[in-house]
């Protein structure tokens, strides 16, 4: 049987890029291309940057990684103006839909049901011991 070690480098990245193909064959059943990106916006009042947000896209999905707003600038539609952006975004290459994970009955859920996103999934005592929803935006 093989040793299982943890290791701090670039071993496992490397090993993962030679067999993903195959793996990813054999997990979906399909060849799956898999162009996977990371794209960052900021907002920008001024000289001054007032808020950030990450999108991943991947599998023609995108994934709200991070939305943050400085909270002076907050409750003036800078995250709702930023989504918008990773919409377009994500439209551009060809994403069906957005999610996002985020503590469930919490303000931040509110604030994406109120961008027009859904719960699809609930996951119990995922992040920090904490309910995690799951939230999903259609596009197209």
């Given at each position: 049987m093989a040793?299982?070690?943890r290791v701090?480098?670039?071993?496992?990245e490397a090993?993962?890029?030679q067999h993903a193909r195959t793996a990813l064959k054999t997990a979906w059943a399909f060849?799956?291309?898999w162009h996977e990106q990371i794209v960052d916006v900021l907002a920008?009042?001024?000289?001054?940057t007032v808020g950030t947000a990450r999108l991943r896209i991947a599998a023609s999905l995108g994934h709200v990684e991070r939305i943050v707003?400085?909270?002076e600038f907050r409750r003036r539609g800078t995250?709702?103006?930023m989504l918008l952006e990773l919409d377009d975004?994500?439209?551009y290459y060809n994403c069906h839909k957005m999610t996002i994970g985020v503590l469930a009955g919490g303000e931040a859920e509110r604030f994406f049901e109120a961008c027009g996103y859904h719960r699809e999934a609930l996951l119990p005592q995922h992040d920090f011991k904490l309910d995690v929803a799951m939230l999903r935006k259609f596009l197209l």
């Open positions: 040793e299982i070690v701090a480098d670039e071993r496992g090993f993962y890029r060849t799956v291309v920008i009042e001024g000289e001054r707003v400085d909270p995250g709702r103006a975004i994500a439209n």
